[in-house]
């Protein structure tokens, strides 16, 4: 079983500024991915960015990056230069082993203040 | 080309009624699944499903079943719906190794 923890059901930030969510995990598997997803307006479900477990090199997408701490448990994603087209609701995500899917935490709602 | 897609968008049916929800994948994933968001929007597996098995979450009732006549193609039917089941409704595909997943634009469902 997993469990993951958003503990900011909202945020806001400057446009132009710098925000950070947070996320801890919890999971038995020793083989598991994590992803951080946007869900604007539109409901749609967007990847933002992904991490394996295995790799102990943070990911980085462009003006995303995220701060990984395995022993910690604590996966937190960090947005630069925020833009008005990031507000949206964050989901942090776990995926352990075989075809269980993804655990989702209940989501950060982040506003952009122009 | 999209990628997943689901049919229909939206949904507003009666309370008893039986319904399907249809997801499409043509990325070649192995396996497929059905999430369900709330209205506080917390999303929650429902059913995840390759060629060899079927995991379902304990907590879903047995009036939703999904089915698949082929690997590409995994729909939800729902039979004597409930007005707690409004909620939208994600299908989405994953390859097994990367366990990224795309997700379909969602269908709202409305029981009234």
């Known amino acids: 079983a997993q469990t993951v923890t958003q503990s900011q059901p909202e945020m806001s930030v400057q446009e132009a500024e710098t925000v950070t969510l947070s996320c801890t995990y919890d999971?038995?598997?020793?083989?598991?991915?994590l992803f951080w997803y946007k869900q604007p307006p539109s409901r749609q479900m967007i990847l933002v960015i992904r991490?394996?477990?295995?790799?102990?090199q943070n990911a980085t997408e462009n003006r995303f990056s995220v701060n990984f701490q395995k022993a910690a448990k604590s996966f937190s994603l960090k947005i630069s230069d925020s833009q008005l087209g990031d507000a949206a609701m964050y989901f942090c995500?776990?995926?352990?082993?075989?075809?269980?899917?993804?655990?989702f935490g209940k989501g950060t709602h982040l506003i952009i203040q122009p | 080309d999209t990628a997943v897609s689901q049919t229909p968008k939206y949904l507003v049916t009666q309370m008893g009624n039986d319904k399907s929800i249809k997801c499409e994948q043509n990325?070649?994933?192995?396996?497929m699944y059905w999430y369900k968001q709330d209205s506080k929007k917390f999303l929650k597996i429902m059913f995840s499903?390759?060629?060899?098995?079927?995991?379902i979450n304990e907590t879903v009732p047995n009036r939703f079943s999904p089915k698949s006549p082929d690997k590409a193609h995994l729909n939800l039917h729902i039979n004597s719906l409930e007005l707690g089941d409004s909620a939208v409704y994600f299908c989405?595909?994953?390859?097994?190794?990367?366990?990224?997943?795309?997700f379909g634009q969602g269908t709202r469902l409305t029981v009234v």
């Open positions: 991490q394996e477990a295995y790799k102990q």
């Open positions: 999971t038995s598997e020793s083989d598991y991915y």
């Open positions: 995500a776990c995926s352990g082993g075989g075809a269980d899917g993804l655990t």
């Open positions: 990325l070649g994933h192995d396996t």
């Open positions: 989405a595909s994953s390859h097994r190794g990367t366990r990224q997943a795309f």
């Open positions: 499903y390759n060629n060899k098995e079927l995991i």
